[in-house]
């Protein structure tokens, strides 16, 4: 078998890790993608604008933004680990303080952002 799952947190780190860094690059390429269009097409980039303010862009914004600190906080603990090899023997504190930080970041950020998607669902439905 070529993927095995061990279980455990460094499992779930790297896993989470890879998943947040893919999600991160296909935000790029959409990016890269949008920034071409405001000069190629400025009527399709005035659409995929309308689109980013949608209920559906923004959830997907927020995701975005949950994977960028994830990805970012998980790599600040690889870091230590990487510089400070002793580090390793608690690389699963260290993972429940990514999470611990990660929600005290996390929340306050899902709350703007919460706002402005009922604000586009009232828009949208209403």
């Known amino acids: 078998m070529l993927v095995r799952y061990r279980g455990g947190e460094g499992m779930l780190a790297w896993a989470f890790h890879r998943i947040s860094g893919v999600a991160i690059w296909l935000f790029v390429v959409l990016h890269v993608i949008d920034i071409f269009l405001v000069g190629a097409a400025p009527g399709v980039y005035d659409s995929l604008l309308g689109f980013y303010a949608t209920p559906p862009g ?3 914004e927020w995701l975005l933004g949950a994977a ?6 998980n790599g600040l603990r690889i870091i230590i680990m990487d510089f400070w090899p002793r580090m390793t023997r608690f690389h699963r504190q260290l993972w429940y303080a990514n ?6 970041v996390g929340v306050p950020v899902s709350i703007v952002i919460g706002g402005q998607f009922v604000r586009s669902l009232q828009r949208f439905f209403g």
């Open 99 to 104: 999470w611990v930080v990660f929600v005290l």
């Open 68 to 73: 960028v600190l994830y990805h970012a906080l």
């Open 58 to 60: 923004i959830l997907m």
